[in-house]
């Protein structure tokens, strides 16, 4: 083998365990949300434990983070559909405060799901 | 080291990488419009073109949205106002085809799908974007609107004109528009070379094509739990719609009212907790979801007959599944100790 061949050999050896750790492992950090104000959407962490007061169209809406999952918790619309939707916790679910124009995904890896029917 | 495994440790260096390539990109944009959050997929190479196809679907749903909105000012408002007085109301090619759609798919459902009652939804507060918690209408009420018995068998269409031989005919295209509008949507997709999105308005939704070498993998969310209850793989242009008695409610005594009005009754329909639609045309999914909805766990079978939907999946207040024989081979169930009973017949 000559000084080339070795370097290969080092490079690839070094680049193995990279890969393996980057392209085969899942990304074990904590998921995310996206959170839609109107047109403006501001993605959040799940990892802290947390209470948000956004300003939507109607008045302010709370939303607890908690445990890696997250909730609205008060919305100043009338039918309260929001806050039943409870716990949001999977990649790809969400809730929406329609008549304060406020929703909530949950952000993730790859979700198993491409859209959700309901 | 001999040279031979300096080639095993390259190429399994390389396979690796290979394993690393991008999936296909997936554009997505939420927009609140059609009194709902919608959810645009677009499967494009360029970001550009991606961003244009959510502006069509965003500017084709705010025209149907404005058009035919049940309660806020809009051509249909003035459409009501002039039967109510039994006048003959002139229409262009577009309102027609859409009227005469919606007249098709009420006749083929027995008017269990009745856009004509909108006043008995006014009546049970329905006709608001967020209907508080209160009283329902009283019986004497919900009765004389019954009374008038009016239907989309009430109207008269001729290509430019609209009359009504009932002047209690008041449309609500709740359980049509969307799907109506979605089907629109996706049309003008097509037309600006767009061959794979899905629409999803709500949670009724249209997927066209696919996810690169995947079908989209569609979720049905669980009626009365979290997470879904099964999945569907869609296969080329397909709509999958849900009528549901958890979507718009409101609470009164401890007790739930929803907002899918049985006509034949005048209260909320309340033989099935909701009925799941795949069909390749999203109005008709749209309004067959919400007939079958209605005609609960009895009468299904044969109004999605005459509707011509071969794949339904109606959950049933004690939660049993009921599928057609289609609907069985295209779904995959996502719960365990499922009670399934998938009907006789080719439906």
Redesign the interface.
Known sequence: MTRADYCAVLFATLLLPYLYINQWTGDEAGISAAIMNGSETTEISLAHDHTLEINGALGTSIIKIEDGKIRFVASPCLGKQCIHSGWLEHAGEFAACLPNRISVAVLGEEPRFDSINF | ?K?RW?SL??I??LG??A??EA?PQ?HKA?L?TL???V?V?VLHPNEATAQQAVKIVEDELAIINSQWHAWRDSPLTLINQQLAQGKTVTINSVSHHFLQQAQTLAANSNQLFNPAIGSLVSLWGFHH?????GAPPVKEKIAAALKQAPSMANITLTETTLASNNPAVQFDFGAFGKGYAIDRAVEQLKLAGIENA?V?AG???R?IGA?GDRP??????H?IE???IA??ETNGDES???S?NY????DFDGKRYHHIINPRSGYPANDAISV?VIHNNAATADAAATALFIAGETEWPQIAKQMGIDEVMLIGNDLTIHMTPKMAQRIQLEIDDAQVNIIAGDS
């Open positions: 080291m040279p300096l440790l390259l399994a260096t690796l990488t394993c690393s999936p997936v939420k609140f009194g709902t959050l959810d997929s974007d967020d209907r508080p918690d899905i999803n949670g009724d939704l997927a996810k989209w993998r569609i979720g049905v969310r009626p979290a997470g879904v999945s569907i999958v719609f849900t549901g979507e718009r409610f409101f799941t």
